[in-house]
C-alpha cells in the first residue's frame, strides 16, 4: 500500500510536469514584432500573410487566396481557422490586449465588432485610410457597424445576412395558404403581428406534429433585427428595459409560443436538426446562409420545396468585417491583401461558392448575384430576394453586450413560455439573467 | 557526518603525538579529500532539490502565480477586454457573492449533482470491482473494456448523450414510451437534466473507480479470506467483514478525488446544452460552480467578478477537504 501510494505520487507528479512542460511548448505564441515589409520580391512567397478565421468563411474554397498570389508573386497566403466563434473571440480579445499570437489579419463576427470597435481601436489600423478603399462601396449600416465615434474604421466588411422568410410550400398548400413568393410577402408586408395571424390561420389546419415557425429564438432575432434601435440607444446606453420595441418583440414572440406556432427548441442543436430533417416547422427567419444550413439537414427529397418571401421588416443576421492589427508582421500588405479580398468582385464569387451574401450594394448587379440558385429553393432568385432585403435594413446601432442581452431574452426568456411559463415571468427571468450578466 | 578532528590527539607538528607524516603529500591529499567530500556532501544534500525543481519551477509558474494573481483580480473591477485596467473594488466582488442567487443556484447544483454522480458511481464500482476480482475468463478484456469511457473525451461523449437524451427523437424516451412513462424533458426540467448531467459523470468514472478498486482488492492477502471460510463466513459475509476493511483507505482515497472532481464539474454540463453557451438550461438548472464561474469570466468577461468565484470555490474545496481530513481520522481511529 504504501508504495504504491508513493509511486502513484510520483507517477502524478511526472504527469503533471509533462502536461506543464508541453503546455509551455505550445503555449508559446510567437511574439510579433512592428512593421517590417520585406517585399524585395525575391523570389514565391518572400511574404507570408497570416488570416486567423472562423468557422467556414470560403476565401480559400473559392479560389480567392491563389488568385491573390498568382497576382502578386511574392506573397503567400496562410489561413489559421477556428471553428466556433465562441472560441475564437475571446482568444482574439487576449491576443489583442497582450499584443501576442496575432495574425496578419483577423476575422470578427458582427455580434462582438461593437465590443471590438469600443474597447479595442487602439490595436487595430484605420482602414478608411488604406489606398483604394472607398466607403461607397459597402452598405451604410455595415461600413458604420465597424466605425469608432472618432471616425476610425476598424474592419472591412465581407458579408451580411439579410433577413426574408424561408417557408415550404407543400406546408403551406396543405394548410391552405397562398405559395406564391409575392402573395406570401403581401400576406404579412410591413408588421410582425400580421405574420402572427398568418401563422394562426396555418394552425388551424397545419398538418399534424407540424408548427408555423421554427423556434422562439429565430422568431425574435428576427423581429428584433429589424427594428431602428434594438438593446443599444445611438449614445451607446442601455435600454434594453425601457425600449418600447424589445418588449413589443417579446410579447409578440411569447405570444406566437403560447398559442403552438414554434416548436420548444433552440436553433441549431441536434434536436432542431432533426425538425428540419423531419419536416415539422414550415418556416424559418432566413439569411441566404441558412439555405444552405437546411440543405444539410434536409432529407434528399426537400429540394425545391422551399420558397422565399419578404419578411415583414427586413433585419440583418450574420456577416463578418477583416481586421489589421497593428502589431503586425506584414501591415501594409495585410491592408492591400483585405482590401483586394472586400472588393465586391471578389464578394460576388464569394457568394457564388459559399453563399455569403455580399455587403457591397454594387455586387448585386452581377451575375453571381443575379443568377444565383439554391437546389432548396428551385428556380427561385435568390440573389435578387435577398438584396431586395439588404436594401431595407435598418440602421440600427449594435452595442458591445448584444449577444449577451438577446441569449437571455432568448435562452432565459422566450423560450421558457414554450414551457408553460407566462409571458410576464419569463421577461422577469430574462431581465434578471441579464442584469447580472451585464454587471461588472 | 564529518568526524570531529578536535577529540583526537594533534599532529607532532603542533607539540602532539600524532604520528607525523609528510606534510606535501599528506596535504594535497587532504585537501582533495575535503573538496571532495565537500563536494559530495553538497550533492547530497542538493541534488534530490534540483531534480524536483522542474515541476516546483513550473508549478510556481503556472499555479501558483495564477492562484495568487486571481486573488489580486478579484479585489478589483477588471474587464477581460481591458485585463490591465483594474479598478480597486475591495471585497465588493465576495460580499456580492452572498446575495448572488445565481451563484447560490450553482453552488446547490453542484452539491446535488456531485451526490447523485459520486454515490452511484463508486458503489457501482465497487460492486463491479468486486466481480472482476473473481476468476473470470477474458478478465483482462473486461478490465480494458471498464477503462474506454474514461478514454473517450469529455466533448464527444457529451455530444451523444445529449442525443440519446433528446426530448422527440432520444433513444431514452423511445424505450420509456415502452414502459409507459411519457415523454421527459431531459434538458429542460430540473431533476431529469442534473439526473442527465450525472449520468455522463457516472458513465466516464465508473470504470476508472472500479480499476483502483481493483487493484487494492489484488492487494489483500488471501490468507484474510481463507480464515474467514474457516470460520465458516460465506462470499457476501468475507466482502463485508474482510474486503470493505482492507479497502478503506482505497475508498476514503476515491471520495476525495471525486469530491474534488464533482465540485469542479464543468464540461459535462456545458456540452449538454450545447447552444445555451454556459447558463447552465433556460432556468440555469444544471449550472454548476464552475459554469457559472466560466460564464462570468469568459462570456461575459467580468474578470474580478470570476476570480473572487474562483477563489470562494478554492476556499469551498478547503473546507471539504477539512472535512474529508477529520471524517478519515474518526474512522482510522474507529478502525
Redesign the interface.
Known amino acids: 500500500?504504501r508504495t504504491?501510494i508513493h509511486r502513484s505520487r510520483r507517477l502524478g507528479?511526472l504527469a503533471?510536469?509533462a502536461a506543464?512542460?508541453t503546455?509551455?511548448l505550445t503555449g508559446c505564441a510567437k511574439d510579433s514584432g512592428g512593421k517590417s515589409d520585406t517585399s524585395d520580391g525575391g523570389g514565391k512567397g518572400s511574404t507570408t500573410i497570416t488570416l486567423g478565421l472562423f468557422g467556414t468563411m470560403g476565401f480559400k474554397e473559392a479560389g480567392l487566396y491563389t488568385e491573390y498570389e498568382k497576382l502578386h508573386p511574392n506573397i503567400t497566403i496562410k489561413e489559421n481557422v477556428i471553428e466556433k466563434n465562441?472560441n475564437y473571440y475571446?482568444a482574439l480579445?487576449?491576443h489583442l490586449?497582450t499584443n501576442s499570437g496575432l495574425q496578419d489579419v483577423q476575422a470578427v463576427e458582427v455580434g462582438n465588432i461593437a465590443?471590438v470597435v469600443q474597447?479595442?481601436a487602439g490595436k487595430l489600423e484605420d482602414l478608411s485610410k488604406v489606398q483604394g478603399v472607398d466607403k461607397g462601396s459597402w452598405l451604410g449600416w455595415k461600413w458604420q457597424q465597424a466605425t469608432t465615434a472618432s471616425g476610425q474604421t476598424v474592419g472591412l466588411g465581407t458579408d451580411i445576412g439579410p433577413m426574408a422568410i424561408c417557408y415550404r410550400k407543400d406546408l403551406f398548400k396543405a394548410a391552405g395558404l397562398p405559395t406564391d413568393r409575392d402573395q406570401v410577402g403581401k400576406l404579412w408586408a410591413g408588421d410582425w403581428s400580421k405574420l402572427v395571424s398568418v401563422g394562426e390561420q396555418y394552425q388551424k389546419k397545419a398538418p399534424k406534429g407540424t408548427t408555423f415557425m421554427d423556434t422562439p429564438g429565430g422568431l425574435l432575432n428576427a423581429i428584433l433585427s429589424s427594428q431602428s434601435q434594438k438593446f443599444y440607444d445611438s449614445s451607446g446606453k442601455v435600454v434594453y428595459k425601457t425600449n418600447p420595441a424589445v418588449k413589443q418583440a417579446f410579447d409578440l414572440t411569447a405570444k406566437a409560443a403560447q398559442e403552438g406556432l414554434l416548436q420548444?427548441q433552440?436553433?441549431?442543436?441536434?434536436?432542431w436538426d432533426?425538425?428540419i430533417s423531419?419536416v415539422k416547422f414550415a418556416s424559418v427567419a432566413c439569411p441566404p446562409w441558412m439555405l444552405g444550413y437546411i440543405k444539410g439537414k434536409s432529407k434528399a427529397d426537400a429540394a425545391g420545396q422551399w420558397d422565399v418571401a419578404q419578411a415583414p421588416q427586413a433585419g440583418n443576421w450574420g456577416g463578418t468585417f477583416l481586421t489589421v492589427p497593428k502589431s503586425g508582421k506584414n501591415v501594409t500588405e495585410a491592408e492591400k491583401f483585405v482590401t483586394w479580398l472586400t472588393a465586391p468582385a471578389q464578394q460576388a464569387r464569394l457568394f457564388a461558392v459559399q453563399g455569403s451574401f455580399p455587403s457591397a450594394p454594387s455586387a448585386y448587379g452581377m451575375s453571381q448575384v443575379t443568377g444565383a440558385k439554391n437546389e432548396m429553393t428551385g428556380d427561385a432568385p435568390i440573389g435578387t430576394i435577398f438584396a431586395q432585403a439588404a436594401k431595407s435594413i435598418p440602421l440600427q446601432p449594435i452595442g458591445?453586450k448584444d449577444q449577451?442581452i438577446q441569449?437571455g431574452l432568448t435562452?432565459?426568456g422566450v423560450?421558457?413560455v414554450t414551457?408553460g411559463k407566462s409571458a410576464a415571468d419569463a421577461w422577469n427571468?430574462a431581465t434578471?439573467?441579464i442584469d447580472?450578466?451585464?454587471?461588472? | 557526518m564529518a568526524t570531529r578532528h578536535h577529540t583526537a590527539a594533534p599532529p607532532v607538528g603542533e607539540g602532539g603525538a600524532a604520528p607525523a607524516h609528510s606534510r606535501a603529500a599528506s596535504d594535497a591529499g587532504e585537501r582533495r579529500r575535503a573538496r571532495l567530500s565537500r563536494r559530495w556532501q553538497r550533492d547530497v544534500r542538493w541534488s534530490p532539490y534540483a531534480f524536483?525543481s522542474?515541476?516546483f519551477l513550473?508549478?510556481v509558474a503556472?499555479g501558483l502565480f495564477p492562484l495568487l494573481y486571481t486573488g489580486w483580480a478579484s479585489l478589483h473591477?477588471v474587464?477581460?477586454?481591458?485585463?490591465?485596467d483594474m479598478r480597486w473594488a475591495g471585497l465588493h466582488n465576495y460580499t456580492r457573492i452572498f446575495d448572488?442567487?445565481?451563484f447560490w443556484n450553482a453552488a446547490r447544483n453542484t452539491l446535488t449533482i456531485g451526490v447523485i454522480s459520486t454515490v452511484p458511481q463508486l458503489a457501482m464500482a465497487m460492486g463491479l470491482a468486486h466481480i472482476l476480482n473473481y476468476k473470470l475468463r477474458a478478465s483482462t478484456f473486461f478490465r480494458v473494456v471498464m477503462l474506454a469511457p474514461y478514454a473517450t473525451s469529455i466533448a464527444a461523449a457529451s455530444?451523444v448523450f445529449?442525443?440519446l437524451f433528446?426530448?422527440?427523437?432520444g433513444m431514452i424516451n423511445w424505450a420509456l414510451h415502452f414502459v409507459g412513462i411519457g415523454h421527459i424533458?431531459w434538458q429542460?426540467d430540473k431533476w431529469p437534466s442534473q439526473i442527465a448531467v450525472s449520468s455522463i459523470v457516472v458513465w466516464r468514472w465508473t470504470g476508472y473507480n472500479a480499476l483502483i478498486y481493483l487493484?487494492a482488492m489484488q492487494?489483500v492477502p488471501q490468507d484474510l479470506y481463507e480464515s474467514a471460510a474457516l470460520d465458516g463466513a460465506n462470499r457476501w459475509q468475507q466482502f463485508f467483514h474482510v474486503t470493505l476493511p482492507q479497502l478503506r483507505?482505497t475508498i476514503l482515497f476515491t471520495c476525495v478525488v471525486s469530491t474534488i472532481g464533482a465540485s469542479q464539474l464543468f464540461g459535462e454540463p456545458l456540452m449538454f446544452d450545447?447552444?445555451?453557451?454556459a447558463?447552465g438550461g433556460?432556468?440555469?438548472q444544471f449550472q454548476t460552480l464552475g459554469l457559472y464561474l466560466y460564464?462570468q469570466g469568459?462570456?461575459?468577461?467580468?474578470l474580478?467578478?470570476a476570480s473572487a468565484i474562483a477563489w470562494t470555490m478554492f476556499l469551498i474545496l478547503i473546507v471539504i477537504g477539512i472535512v474529508n481530513y477529520v471524517i478519515s481520522r474518526r474512522l482510522r481511529e474507529s478502525g
Open positions: 500500500m504504491s507528479a503533471a510536469v506543464l512542460t503546455g509551455l465562441e475571446p480579445v487576449n490586449t465590443e474597447t479595442q420548444a433552440t436553433q441549431f442543436q441536434p434536436a432533426q425538425l423531419n458591445p449577451i441569449q435562452d432565459n423560450f421558457l414551457k427571468t434578471k439573467t447580472n450578466n451585464l454587471e461588472q | 524536483v522542474p515541476f513550473l508549478f503556472f473591477t474587464e477581460l477586454t481591458a485585463p490591465t448572488d442567487d445565481f455530444l445529449v442525443l433528446g426530448r422527440d427523437y424533458d429542460n487493484a492487494a483507505p450545447a447552444n445555451k453557451g447558463s433556460a432556468e440555469h460564464e469568459w462570456v461575459n468577461q467580468h474580478g467578478r
